[in-house]
């Protein structure tokens, strides 16, 4: 890049504002139409699986796209005004707005229609935030970056997703989400910084100019990653993505339980307290320890971050006690961070010159379709028999237990056993430390 303030202007903004919004929409929206149109399991179940098939296949129509026309930029700052757009959208579908509308409906019929509204305009702000984030932006993060410098920038990169739950929870911690104008608020303020994000873009942001040479046409670029020929001679990097997946996939076991677990289970009405300064301090960890990546390497560097993930479900499965699950928590989320930065920088740097929009799909597909059908299935499987309580209403809700980390641990043993495997086939290549 010509100038580096821009280029880490745009990446702690666009990294960061980008993670804010995937936070409310990942995290929020369920409880949006659960508290607001009373949504059922399978309408959450519904709206999470249409959102997750929405942003893969978006990302490898419009990373190659962005390949092909070589206009990042455009794509990032255009999607970013789109995204702010659609994300303001969720404040107009209340029920006192819909039933304003449709004066004849029902209010069991204006809930049905607010939770397809909702539905429907999650795969519209998934399309524009995927085409932004997932597709362009990371296609301009490996173009603006060179291998041997990578681990220094997803070290800043990794940081963003949790520091972005921080923003999210201390932010909305005043609001009563039970109440839509609360959501009205939420929505406004978060389309807005989507929309001032895109703004400062134009003039923070610049292009990268990076063409591979082969033109080909564009379902053909579209399907290139998953070509036989190409997976032979990319070895390491579809290694690396499979290693990514399985990593990923024990992050998805426990994460969806764990704020349940805390509050719940442990009882920790402050878990806000236990989470906030592990994230802190992972974070600070994780970015330092991008630049460790630089020196040693992509297999050192994998293999402590998931000694720490495993040290930190050890510790967590085995006790209970707050400063005790402090301590687990943080090494847990500083091998999670860590594991992000080190996975993302080696993909990065595997990744054919010119070509980092056509393989942001199999990443997406790495980190986000597989692990998220795969790992909350093991980790509800896990929790079949967990313990049952009664509610005041008459109904049930069950406790996540401890045995989530354990399943946790066996998947991130798995991804472990599998880069030892493929420093074995690969250690006659000097093209991966």
């Known amino acids: 890049m010509k100038s580096k303030s821009k280029f880490y202007t745009a990446l702690v903004l666009f990294g960061l504002i980008g993670q804010v919004a995937w936070v409310v929409e990942n995290m929020y929206l369920n409880v949006f139409i659960y508290q607001v149109f009373r949504a059922s399991a399978s309408d959450i179940s519904l709206m999470v699986a249409a959102s997750a098939v929405c942003a893969t296949v978006t990302t490898i129509l419009i990373g190659a796209l962005s390949d092909r026309i070589g206009r990042r930029k455009a794509i990032i700052v255009g999607g970013y005004l789109l995204w702010g757009v659609s994300i303001l959208g969720f404040a107009l579908i209340t029920p006192s707005t819909l039933g304003a509308l449709f004066p004849a409906l029902g209010g069991a019929a204006v809930s049905a229609l607010g939770v397809t509204l909702v539905i429907l305009l999650d795969c519209l702000m998934t399309f524009f935030g995927s085409s932004a984030n997932d597709a362009a932006f990371n296609a301009w993060l490996t173009d603006a970056t060179e291998e041997g410098g990578r681990g220094r920038v997803e070290g800043i990169n990794a940081m963003m997703p949790l520091v972005a739950i921080l923003v999210v929870f201390g932010g909305f911690m005043s609001f009563d989400l039970s109440k839509e104008g609360?959501?009205?608020?939420?929505?406004?303020?978060?389309?807005a910084a989507v929309l001032i994000t895109a703004v400062i873009g134009i003039f923070t942001m610049e292009e990268t100019k990076k063409t591979s040479g082969e033109k080909e046409s564009y379902l053909a670029e579209i399907a290139y990653g998953f070509r036989p020929s190409v997976m032979k001679k990319n070895g390491t990097l579809y290694a690396v993505l499979l290693c990514f997946a399985v990593f990923n996939i024990?992050?998805?076991?426990?994460?969806?339980?764990?704020?349940?677990?805390?509050?719940?289970?442990?009882?920790?009405?402050n878990y806000v307290l236990i989470m906030a300064p592990a994230i802190l301090l992972?974070?600070?960890?994780?970015?330092?320890?991008?630049?460790?990546?630089?020196?040693?390497?992509?297999?050192?560097a994998s293999y402590i971050s998931l000694a720490l993930l495993l040290s930190g479900y050890a510790v967590l499965f085995l006790f209970k006690a707050t400063a005790l699950v402090f301590i687990g928590s943080l090494l847990m989320m500083c091998g999670y961070l860590a594991g992000m930065a080190v996975f993302g920088a080696a993909i990065r740097d595997k990744t054919p010159v010119g070509m980092a929009g056509r393989f942001q799909?199999?990443?997406?597909?790495?980190?986000?379709?597989?692990?998220?059908?795969?790992?909350?299935?093991?980790?509800?499987?896990v929790l079949k028999n967990a313990e049952l309580v009664q509610n005041n209403d008459?109904?049930?809700?069950?406790?996540?237990?401890?045995?989530?980390?354990?399943?946790?641990?066996?998947?991130?043993?798995?991804?472990?056993?599998?880069?030892?495997?493929?420093?074995?086939?690969?250690?006659?290549?000097?093209?991966?430390?």
């Open 394 to 433: 008459g109904t049930t809700s069950f406790l996540p237990n401890e045995n989530i980390f354990l399943a946790a641990a066996v998947a991130a043993a798995i991804a472990l056993a599998l880069i030892i495997l493929i420093k074995k086939l690969y250690k006659s290549h000097s093209c991966v430390k």
């Open 361 to 381: 799909g199999l990443r997406i597909v790495g980190q986000v379709l597989i692990p998220g059908v795969i790992g909350p299935a093991i980790g509800a499987a």
């Open 250 to 269: 024990s992050i998805q076991i426990f994460m969806p339980y764990l704020i349940l677990y805390y509050s719940e289970s442990l009882k920790m009405a």
């Open 182 to 191: 609360s959501w009205r608020v939420i929505f406004t303020i978060i389309g």
């Open 282 to 300: 992972a974070s600070v960890f994780t970015f330092f320890y991008g630049r460790i990546y630089d020196r040693i390497g992509f297999f050192t």
